[in-house]
């Protein structure tokens, strides 16, 4: 089992930065990818960007290339999301998550475990 907690959402403005924290216990965190994905209100869950825990290989949607980036400490055991330049679109709740497997994918449903989101809400 992965227990995911994130914080860290809120409201910004547009060119403004945000960073997210997904805290993470369990076991062998080590064998597992962590990433984020997000859902906006009337729109399907997407991802955001993944990679392995213990280092590696990344993966990130072309709408947050150059903006995002994903990060995490070792000894906390939290994974951040650091989001620049941040866009109206980019609103959304923020979802943590895991799947106990070293390829870094893209669909939520490759996922098994989730934390219970946070808001960013990006005003124009």
């Known amino acids: 089992q992965v227990q995911l907690v994130e914080s860290g959402g809120g409201l910004v403005q547009a060119g403004g930065s945000l960073r997210l924290s997904c805290a993470a216990s369990?076991?062998?965190?080590?064998?597992?990818?962590m990433g984020w994905f997000r859902q906006a209100p009337g729109k399907e869950r997407e991802f955001v960007i993944a990679?392995?825990?213990?280092?590696?290989?990344?993966n990130h949607a072309d709408s947050v290339k150059g903006r995002f980036t994903i990060s995490r400490d070792y000894v906390k055991k939290i994974l951040y999301l650091e989001m620049n330049s941040l866009k109206p679109e980019d609103t959304a709740v923020y979802y943590c998550?895991?799947?106990?497997?070293?390829?870094?994918?893209?669909?939520?449903?490759?996922?098994?475990?989730w934390g219970q989101g946070t808001q960013v809400t990006v005003s124009s």
């Open positions: 998550a895991a799947r106990r497997s070293l390829e870094v994918a893209t669909s939520s449903a490759e996922y098994e475990y």
């Open positions: 369990g076991r062998a965190l080590s064998e597992c990818v």
């Open positions: 990679t392995r825990w213990a280092g590696g290989s990344t």
